[in-house]
């Protein structure tokens, strides 16, 4: 059984090896917050941790809380970065919940889940609408944000040319 458990220095080696396997794979790491040099463990789990306090928050940035996805063996699998509220680029490009699952672990169902968990940590921040964003060409992750009640809005393209696809899920 999967669950999403906060940022931990007792997951150290569940977390390097996710860590190492997206580096490996010379992918974009998704989300943003997994590209982050973790080789001093601790004080990265802390920022992780304290990014929710808005007197931590940088400017030009929001409230945001990082959460991992456990498998049942306890491997970390995914990571999803939850915003808190948006500002304008978050609202164009971002969303509120920005996720991704290892390339080795993709195709299990586990993006779904993720999303899916994600979207009860938004509850519990009191977002009823929620804003989710994926690449034009990533129809896995489109078909991931549509399982979980998403609607298309719009599409937007990015300064550097890349076009998003915004979907909002309308939570009760």
Not at 87 to 110: A, M, W
Request: proline content about 3%; aromatic content about 8%.
């Amino acid at each position: 059984m999967v669950r999403l458990v906060k940022p931990s220095v007792a997951l150290q080696e569940a977390y390097l090896a996710f860590y190492r396997e997206w580096i490996e794979s010379g992918e974009d790491i998704v989300p943003w917050v997994v590209s982050k040099d973790p080789s001093d463990f601790e004080a990265y789990v802390n920022e992780l941790n304290e990014a929710c306090k808005e007197e931590n928050t940088p400017d030009g940035w929001v409230p945001h809380s990082t959460c991992w996805l456990l498998d049942g063996d306890g491997h970390v699998v995914g990571a999803a970065n939850i915003r808190h509220r948006l500002n304008q680029k978050l609202l164009e490009s971002g969303g509120h919940i920005g996720y991704g699952i290892i390339p080795s672990e993709r195709r299990k169902g586990y993006a779904a889940q993720l999303l899916a968990l994600s979207l009860q940590e938004t509850d519990a921040l009191g977002i009823r609408e929620v804003l989710v964003i994926c690449d034009q060409d990533n129809i896995g992750s489109e078909r991931t944000i549509l399982r979980n009640g998403g609607k298309f809005e719009s599409s937007f393209t990015e300064a550097h040319g890349n076009v998003v696809k915004r979907f909002w899920i309308h939570r009760v």
